[in-house]
């Protein structure tokens, strides 16, 4: 099945511009979805589709894709913004019908 | 308000059977898939399988068909993930999640609380 790569960690100055990547030969045909989950928490939908987010989520909060990646970014980076980022997408690759998270970018807002 | 609400934390022996429940509450409970989604401890997230509460079709992940089974009953907006034989292996959270699945687009929303299973001798 299809694997989803991300970067495991990620720093950013606060107030700053971050961006958090997602590579996979699935985005060339389907969007990702993004996923914020903090310590002990469930995650939480932040971006899906082309660039949605929904109803709740600050908009500095974007998504955009281009050929095999898929880019979560965050223009001027909070405090409550560190969490690990997790991206989400389909593969029909095969006989199956799958949907695959990438293994996640721990954000630090420094 | 859409909510999914897990059952409790569970602490289980190797061998013995389990089944955790998701409720569906604020939406029409068959117009979305539920999914069920492991994480480790101190680990990533991992999709293991789906049903459409409207028929009870599911899909697994190739890495989970056949250790774990996804039902529904639609009658009381309830998705339920099992296991016949538990082993320490399976020690995990596992959430649920509402999901929409389109032609170039899915989504998971929202999310269970989580449901901690510990499978200790």
């Known amino acids: 099945s299809s694997e989803l790569t991300q970067d495991p960690a990620v720093s950013v100055a606060l107030g700053q511009t971050v961006r958090i990547t997602c590579q996979g030969d699935?985005?060339?045909?389907?969007?990702a979805s993004w996923y914020q989950q903090k310590p002990g928490q469930a995650p939480v939908l932040v971006i899906y589709g082309k660039n949605n987010r929904p109803s709740g989520i600050p908009d500095r909060f974007s998504g955009s894709s281009s050929g095999n990646t898929a880019s979560l970014t965050i223009t001027g980076a909070q405090a409550e913004d560190e969490a690990d980022y997790y991206c989400?997408?389909?593969?029909?690759?095969?006989?199956?019908?799958?949907?695959?998270f990438g293994g996640g970018t721990k954000l630090t807002v420094l | 308000e859409v909510q999914l609400v897990q059952s409790g934390a569970e602490v289980k022996k190797p061998g013995e059977s389990l089944r955790i429940s998701c409720k569906g509450s604020?939406?029409?409970?068959?117009?979305?898939?539920i999914s069920w989604v492991r994480q480790m401890p101190g680990k990533g997230l991992e999709w293991m399988g789906r049903?459409?509460?409207?028929?009870?079709?599911?899909n697994y992940s190739p890495s989970f068909q056949g250790h774990v089974t996804i039902s529904a009953d639609k009658s009381i907006s309830t998705a339920y993930l099992q296991w016949s034989s538990l082993k320490a292996s399976d020690t995990a959270m596992y959430y649920c999640a509402r999901m929409y699945s389109g032609l170039s687009q899915n989504w998971f929303d929202p999310w269970g609380q989580g449901t901690l299973v510990t499978v200790s001798s």
């Open positions: 049903i459409d509460p409207s028929d009870s079709y599911t």
């Open positions: 989400n997408s389909r593969d029909s690759s095969g006989n199956h019908l799958d949907w695959v």
């Open positions: 699935s985005l060339r045909s389907y969007y």
């Open positions: 604020g939406y029409s409970f068959t117009s979305y898939w």
